[in-house]
Nanobody
């Protein structure tokens, strides 16, 4: 079984910072791209930031310059450093990964259960 587990969410004031972490565990032989998504109440889930195995990143326009995604391939982890947080950043943040459980399988996408981020004074 493969699991993605997020951590680091919480309550922060506007202008504050949080660092999210996600670790992938279980039967994994290879992880391709990974990313962070978020879903605010009543809205669709959206991509926040993605990172390839080689470290190429992409960001939603709304977070460029404020959020930084990074990856530790040795630990099967990704991080999301979130600075200058705004009330509109409040959402449940989900980790996503495309990975293989055996070398013969095609990559499949897995989701974590999410970690909530609240931005409020």
């Amino acid at each position: 079984q493969v699991q993605l587990v997020e951590s680091g969410g919480g309550l922060v004031q506007p202008g504050g910072s949080l660092r999210l972490s996600c670790v992938a565990s279980g039967r994994i032989v290879s992880i391709d791209d990974m990313g962070w998504y978020r879903q605010a109440y009543g809205k669709q889930r959206e991509l926040v930031a993605g990172i390839t195995k080689g470290g190429i990143t992409n960001y939603a326009d709304s977070v460029k310059g404020r959020f930084t995604i990074s990856r530790d391939n040795a630990k099967n982890m990704i991080y999301l450093q979130m600075n200058s947080l705004k009330p509109e950043d409040a959402a449940v943040y989900f980790c996503n990964a495309a990975l293989k459980s055996t070398w013969y399988d095609s990559a499949m996408r897995y989701w974590g259960k999410g970690t909530p981020v609240t931005v409020s004074s």
